[in-house]
């Protein structure tokens, strides 16, 4: 069923949110920690438009299809850093925040490997791709073709 297109019947919706990502997209994140941030989250979601778009711009920015691949899976493989891995559960437990929020033990882990502001970072990338992917579920966005 076609849906509304959000941003053109509430524009200040758009507005709203943009800003939050613009802060992402100049955040001391690296562009790896924000295409897995992007990706884990959207994969746990099923945003078909999100996942689309971001592994397309982690491909462009250098990703290996092998580790895209193998994201949702990352626990059983040796492919990702123990930095990555952080920021991989730390996306998992945001975005399932229903499920008891984020560990006291995996917060510990995380500021002990980057420090208050970048995880404050990495939680603000979480709550970003999680908005949109929960406007793209809501109004099925569309994938370019």
Known sequence: MKRIDLFS???NAYKALVPLETYVQSSL???THKELIKIRASQINGCA??????????????ETPQRIF?????????????????????TEQITL?????VTDELYS??????????VAQIIIACVAINSWNRIAISTNKEIAK
Do not use: Q
Request: hydrophobic share 45%; charged share 30%.
């Open 29 to 31: 994140l690296t562009k």
């Open 49 to 62: 438009f999100c996942l689309d778009m971001h592994t397309k711009d982690a491909m462009k920015f250098g």
């Open 109 to 118: 882990k995380a500021i002990a490997a980057f420090g208050e502001n970048y």
């Open 70 to 90: 193998l994201l949702n899976a990352w626990r059983e493989t040796d492919l990702f850093t123990e930095e990555e891995k952080i920021i991989l559960e730390l």
């Open 9 to 11: 019947v509430e524009p």
């Open 97 to 101: 925040i229903s499920k008891g929020g």
